[in-house]
Every structure is written in C-alpha cells, then in structure tokens.
C-alpha cells in the first residue's frame, strides 16, 4: 500500500495530489474499526480487482481528476461495452504502472488480445516486441471516434502518422490504398512481408484477376510471351525460371504500388 508514495498519486508537496479518502471514500468503518477486528472492514470503494465495487463506480471515481481529451471518447467505447474499469488495465499501487511502458503495455493487452499475441510472433510485425512501439501508438484504449478504437479518425490516417510516404496525394492513385491500408497489409502480425495478407501474385489477383494473360496484354514482356494467371488457376509452373519468376513477382515491375507522380507512372511501374 505504502508504494503509492513512490508515485505522482503520493506526491503531498503537490496541491493536486488526492488522499486515500479521496478515491476510497469516506470509509468510517475501515478507519475507525470500531470492533477492533484483526482484519479490518473493507473501504467504500475497492479497486481489488474482482471486488464487489462496480466498473461504473470505479470509473467514476478515475474519472473525477482524470477528465481530459483522450478519455472523452469512453461512454460507448469497446472497453466500456465489455464492462472494463479502470484497474482492470492500470495497477494503483505501484511505481512503475506496467500499462504506461512501451516494454510491458502490450502484455497487459494481450492478457485479453490472445489473438494478436499470437499475430505479433509471426515473421513480418510491428517493432513491439523490440519496444519501439505500444499498442497505444495506433489505438487509444479509453476510446475513439474512428473504428478499431484507432488514435485517428481512420485507419489510413493512423498509418500515416509513420508512413507518411504513403500519404499522398499522388498522380496517380491506387484506389486500395486510398481507401484502407488493411485491404493488402495486417497490421499486428504475417507470415508474409512486409505485413501482406498474402503473397504475391495471389495478393494482386484478389482484383486483377487476368493481368497479362491475352494476346492484346504484353505489358509484362515475358519471356516465351504473355502468361495465363486467371485468378490463380493456369500457374506459370510449366514456363521457363525467367518467366515464372517475372510474372509472380508483380512488385518487380509495379514498384510504386502505393502511387506515383511520374507522368509515365499509369501503371505504378516508375
């Protein structure tokens, strides 16, 4: 108990610093112990986790003093919804709050998020393991206008807090970036890099599903001539190495996938 002292909640020289009735209650009964029992009472207010105080006083009692913008968004929330509280993720009592560290927020997350546990130790992820970002660089757990509880208003304008390369506005502009990064990359973990929900050509071929298969269609200029990949279904396995890898690889030649300013640049190829 005596740790919250070690704390900005134990701090006296600071005016703005509660005392334990201010988030425990008044809580006569514990203080006073008026049967002298060997365990006293419990307070008016137990943030034990498992205790019989509710989320919604729990919160309340936070939020009196913890009122600003990035928790305005929490009556609504996912984590408001699944009846959540505040110590369900922060520890009171400590020096070190696990949930306020890079290195140890994402396993207080993944105490529920067993899902992108498991995503983050795939091949291609996020530098959160390395503890160069936290789950609340992208998502904002007390709440958020955009889906996914998202930092931003979007998922593309979160990304593009880090890859602003990728921004914009382009010449030319491939209409699935524009519209939402997940549509080709998972952002917690894949086996395929650089975070694509699959590999190429298969990924492409989700839309372009028969990109130089027909006479009229040589843009690729294979060797032995154009090649059939019609959603995937007339591999180029029976080619020669040098036109199975030309066509598979579509990112050899459609470099600037993400858009390009070029003039030429129709195709993403410069």
Not at 100 to 128: D, G, M, N, W, Y
Not at 214 to 232: C, K, R, V
């Amino acid at each position: 108990m005596l740790s919250i002292y070690k704390t900005a909640h134990g701090v006296k020289a600071d005016e703005r610093t509660p005392g334990c009735q201010s988030c425990h209650g008044a809580s006569v009964a514990h203080v006073k112990n008026p049967e002298g029992a060997s365990t006293r009472p419990t307070v008016d207010v137990d943030f034990t986790k498992g205790s019989a105080a509710t989320a919604e006083i729990i919160i309340q009692t936070c939020i009196g003093c913890h009122q600003n913008g990035q928790r305005s968004h929490w009556d609504g929330s996912e984590h408001q919804r699944s009846g959540l509280s505040c110590t369900s993720c922060h520890e009171i009592h400590t020096h070190s709050d696990p949930v306020l560290s890079k290195i140890s927020q994402p396993e207080v997350c993944f105490t529920c998020h067993a899902t992108q546990r498991a995503q983050f130790h795939r091949i291609s992820t996020h530098p959160v393991a390395a503890g160069e970002m936290a789950c609340s660089d992208c998502h904002n757990p007390h709440g958020s206008v955009g889906p996914h509880l998202m930092v931003k208003n979007s998922v593309n304008e979160t990304c593009y807090t880090c890859h602003a390369d990728r921004r914009g506005p382009f010449l030319w502009e491939h209409s699935p970036v524009t519209e939402d990064c997940t549509n080709c990359h998972t952002p917690h973990g894949s086996n395929n890099v650089p975070l694509l929900k699959a590999r190429t050509p298969w990924l492409c071929q989700e839309c372009h599903t028969s990109d130089h298969s027909g006479p009229m269609n040589s843009g690729a200029n294979l060797p032995e001539g154009d090649a059939t990949t019609i959603n995937g279904l007339l591999p180029l396995g029976n080619r020669a190495p040098r036109s199975q890898m030309n066509g598979r690889n579509c990112l050899s030649c459609h470099a600037l996938i993400h858009g390009s300013n070029h003039p030429a640049g129709a195709r993403f190829s410069r």
